[in-house]
């Protein structure tokens, strides 16, 4: 019995490093290392093998457990945020048709129909698309604070400055919980695999620039003044959805928890069996 709890207790150092380097950075792989050996000189000693084995496999156990644990802990917010991520894949069009009809934003749906059918487009990762693309249910992490995104700094303290400007006007959709997105399925491209994009559920927010064009690079040169940021509900009688929906490569600033994809490969077959199916 004594031999097991030394055992295990090796083996709790020695297969989780991880663990060991979230409370002393630095030393985790030295003290593996010496577990490993010290566990084999106790596996010598000639203890029973289904015993060895049986506390092998609960120590394994316990032990990933607890190097999960330890390794999510030590994320902070902002890089766990921008981790997390949740796509469901709909087999068929006819179900991307239901969950527009049943969940998409009426604001923007009502836009896209006076608009005659002008879509709003988003580039979807390859590595999440599946390889045969598909419509898909998305909730993605709001990643335009992130320098990453644009692999820019600049591009980071523009999106900042433009969000701290739009707070001050109490705009609802800011760069902080907002996605972009653009009415050019080529613009869209760049980015991944072009698909429309259907905001889901209550509450979503859209803004734009009143002369149409890209967020970033900052092209006005305005220091990401917000004045001329058109924010839907807002900015009431200057613009409206319709019209930056029928904009050219016009990018849109969207808040929505979770949006719907459906690849521009699709996108005639999607167009006809909105405008035949009558949902307002």
């Given amino acids: 019995m004594m031999r097991c709890q030394v055992i295990s207790l090796l083996l709790f150092v020695a297969v989780c490093p991880g663990l060991s380097a ?13 577990a490993l050996k010290a566990y084999q000189n106790v596996q010598d000693a000639g203890e029973p093998t289904m015993s060895r ?14 190097a999960t644990a330890a390794t999510l802990s030590s994320r902070t917010p902002e890089k766990a945020a921008y981790s997390a991520i949740g796509v469901e894949t709909l087999p068929t069009i006819d179900d991307a048709i239901r969950v527009i009809d049943a969940s998409c934003d009426r604001t923007f749906l009502h836009a896209v129909v006076a608009s005659d059918y002008r879509f ?16 898909t249910v998305r909730t993605e992490p709001c990643d335009l604070l992130d320098p990453s995104t644009y692999g820019s700094e ?16 109490g705009s609802p959709v800011l760069p ?10 080529e613009e869209a491209a760049r980015w991944g695999q072009a698909a429309s994009v259907w905001p889901l559920g209550e509450g ?17 040169n305005d220091g990401a003044g917000a004045a001329d940021v058109i924010v839907d509900g807002v900015d009431c009688g200057r613009m409206n959805l319709v019209d930056a929906l029928e904009g050219e490569s016009c990018e849109i600033l969207f808040h929505a928890n979770r949006f719907l994809t459906v690849p521009a490969s699709m996108e005639e077959d999607l167009r006809e069996k909105l405008r035949n199916s009558f949902i307002i």
């Fill in 176 to 185: 902080r919980n907002g996605h972009l997105a653009t009415t050019s399925a």
């Fill in 53 to 66: 084995r049986d506390t092998l496999m609960t120590t394994l156990g316990t032990m990933a457990a607890l």
């Fill in 120 to 135: 709003l487009y988003r580039g979807v990762d390859p590595a999440l698309a599946g390889i045969s693309p598909s419509p």
């Fill in 154 to 169: 600049e591009a980071a303290k523009y999106f900042s400055r433009l969000d701290d400007a739009m707070q001050r006007r």
């Fill in 204 to 220: 979503a927010h859209f803004a734009w620039y009143a002369d149409g064009g890209t967020f970033w690079p900052d092209h006005r």
């Fill in 22 to 34: 979230a409370f002393s950075p630095g030393r985790a792989t030295a003290s593996s290392d010496w």
